[in-house]
């Protein structure tokens, strides 16, 4: 809990909210996105028959197109 890193998040306005360790149901959005990116970029290197040196680029690939595509509002 660095007050560096608490003061970026101030000035970004960004609420810092932590979780019990070893919990990952206190954070079931997040868990829920992470395998979505996961089975995604399984999905194309499968598919397109891509290495797995490619991991990095597909993960990378995947998340900048859901950043792109349009979302409901989370409200927490």
Not at 9 to 32: D, K, M, W
Not at 55 to 67: C, L, P
């Amino acid at each position: 809990m660095s007050k560096k890193i608490d003061g970026f998040f101030g000035e970004c306005g960004i609420q810092r909210q932590t979780s019990a360790l070893h919990t990952p149901q206190q954070n079931g959005y997040v868990e829920h996105v992470n395998r979505t990116i996961i089975e995604c970029v399984r999905s194309m290197i499968f598919v397109q028959g891509f290495d797995l040196e490619f991991w990095v680029e597909m993960v990378n690939m995947t998340i900048y197109i859901k950043n792109r595509c349009p979302t409901k509002v989370f409200d927490s």
